[in-house]
């Protein structure tokens, strides 16, 4: 798999049937490793050991409903109090960000109500923190660790 700009973690693999599997610390399974699923471990990992956010604050890739539409978010991270403080949405690689990334997340922050959204691909990472009040999010140098 392809080196990302995240710091440098171990990772559990398996292989089977031609196909190889990560290990999710989140999910306790292994999952097909697919681009995607590579930035997706990455950033979990630097969320639990950079950040330090509790994995049990951790929720990945569930169903929410966006505008009577099934959509699946990546990484949601709540507060202790059930609230949401962090939506990440994580693109392969070979995917670049640009504004329908964004409007993406933005569009599940209308469910989720988030505090902060982070955007990445692996090699580049976005982080923005909302501003309710005026409608709008701003941008971060980096996420804030968890306290």
């Not at 471990?41 to 950079?50: G, I, K, N, P, S």
């Not at 959509?71 to 670049?96: Q, T, W």
């Not at 988030?114 to 999010?137: I, W």
């Amino acid at each position: 798999m392809q080196e990302l700009n995240f710091p440098k973690f171990s990772f559990r693999f398996k292989s089977n049937e031609n196909k190889v599997s990560i290990f999710d610390s989140i999910r306790k399974k292994f999952v097909v490793l697919q681009p995607e699923e590579w930035v997706r471990q990455h950033c979990v990992q630097y969320l639990t050991d950079v950040k330090k956010y509790p994995k049990s604050l951790i929720n990945i890739e569930k169903e929410l409903i966006v505008n009577s539409l099934k959509k699946r978010y990546d990484i949601v991270v709540f507060n202790s109090d059930g609230s949401i403080r962090l939506i990440v949405e994580c693109k392969a690689p070979s995917v670049a960000i640009n504004q329908k990334t964004f409007d993406q997340i933005a569009q599940y922050n209308l469910v989720l109500n988030a505090s902060y959204l982070m955007v990445t691909n692996g090699l580049n990472h976005y982080y923005c923190q909302m501003d309710f009040k005026n409608e709008r999010y701003n941008f971060l140098k980096e996420i804030p660790e968890y306290s």
